[in-house]
């Protein structure tokens, strides 16, 4: 099993004789990102009409750490200084250790927080500034689960090819137009609804845990039936595995 294509890619390239025998099953994201019910949020360095751009991920990954400062250095600025009430907040493991001496009265390191829901309901956009790195962004995932307006750089969605720049997310190739698109959003945000809503729809149908069991049951459906790989996305049969996960 493969959670990214190119992963799946890069071996079946190398040992052709296991093409057929490679499945290719989507991350699954819990509802709890999504479902928006989380306590209220509260932060010392939110205030209730700041403009909120939320980068999520453990900085324990150097891609992560490095996301955090080209934003946090290269992009926000631009952006602050067109809307003096924008905070760029990041939370995740490590994130206080790493990235303390980016704290000032913009940008807000908040660390490892015990729900993340509370702070993806508040975002006004959430980022995804990945300059290098691989595999699956669960971040991405997150955030467009919770139906946020989601920017990211072609890095960041590198390995999930069925998330389309436009329509369920905003691409960003450098750090100017980067700002661009965030300042889009948050002059705008009703503009890019259609976006946040296709976002999460994708979520619901292709990485949510009823859909990943859906595909996981029809691919072990298959391979004990004799029929050889699946096909990504095909039907399945019962659903007491997709049931069994939901509960």
């Not at 609804?193 to 691919?219: I, M």
């Amino acid at each position: 099993f493969f959670y990214s294509s190119s992963d799946q890619d890069w071996v079946t390239r190398r040992f052709p004789s296991l093409a057929t025998r490679c499945v290719l099953l989507p991350v699954s994201v819990g509802a709890g990102a999504a479902s928006g019910a989380a306590a209220p949020f509260r932060h010392p360095g939110v205030a209730d009409g700041d403009k909120v751009l939320l980068l999520v991920g453990s900085m324990d990954n150097p891609s992560n750490e490095d996301a955090a400062r080209w934003f946090a250095k290269r992009i926000f600025p631009a952006l602050r200084s067109t809307v003096p009430n924008a905070r760029f907040m990041v939370v995740g493991t490590g994130s206080r250790r790493r990235l303390a001496d980016l704290d000032d009265p913009g940008v807000v390191v908040v660390g490892e927080v015990p729900e993340l829901a509370p702070f993806l309901k508040r975002a006004d956009v959430c980022v995804v500034p990945q300059r290098g790195g691989a595999g699956i962004r669960v971040k991405l995932l997150d955030s467009l689960a919770a139906g946020r307006v989601t920017v990211a750089t072609p890095v960041g969605v590198e390995a999930m090819p069925d998330i389309r720049a436009g329509e369920h997310y905003l691409l960003a190739r450098d750090e100017n137009e980067f700002a661009a698109r965030c300042l889009d959003v948050l002059r705008d945000p009703g503009r890019f609804e259609t976006v946040a809503q296709a976002g999460r729809e994708l979520v619901r149908r292709r990485y949510s845990p009823g859909a990943v069991a859906t595909e996981l049951e029809n691919a072990y459906t298959q391979i004990l039936s004799g029929g050889g790989r699946p096909s990504a996305g095909s039907a399945a049969g019962p659903h007491g595995l997709e049931e069994c996960m939901k509960g």
